[in-house]
Nanobody, 127 residues
Framework: QVQLVESGGGLVQAGGSLRLSCAAS????????VGWFRQAPGKEREFVAA????????YYADSVQGRFTISRDNAKNTVYLQMNSLKPEDTAVYYC????????????????????WGQGTQVTVSS
């Protein structure tokens, strides 16, 4: 079992920044890749960013490329999502998720590949 807890969401003006955290427990942290997804009201949950088990491989959705950065601190069992230049269309509930099946450098953008999910944290960007 893996438990994931997101934090760091909030209300920010357009152009501002937030850093989300995903704290993990329950299994060896290095044994799973982590992804961030988001879901806006009335929309499907969509992929945002992912990082491999080793931290050596990352991938971003086109909509956030160059603005968001995903990283992991294996000593703290935490994955971060640094979000800069936020836009109103970034408003959503953000979820982190863990995939235990991938190779050390593996990444997946498919939500159904992730076995464990956090409860989500709300991010609201005002114009």
């Amino acid at each position: 079992q893996v438990q994931l807890v997101e934090s760091g969401g909030g209300l920010v003006q357009a152009g501002g920044s937030l850093r989300l955290s995903c704290a993990a427990s329950g299994r060896t942290f290095r044994s799973y890749a982590v992804g961030w997804f988001r879901q806006a009201p009335g929309k499907e949950r969509e992929f945002v960013a992912a990082i491999s088990r080793s931290g050596g491989n990352t991938y971003y959705a086109d909509s956030v490329q160059g603005r968001f950065t995903i990283s992991r601190d294996n000593a703290k069992n935490t994955v971060y999502l640094q979000m800069n230049s936020l836009k109103p269309e970034d408003t959503a509930v953000y979820y982190c998720a863990a995939d235990l099946t991938l190779a050390p450098e593996g990444i997946t953008t498919t939500r159904y590949d992730y076995e464990y999910w956090g409860q989500g944290t709300q991010v609201t960007v005002s114009s």
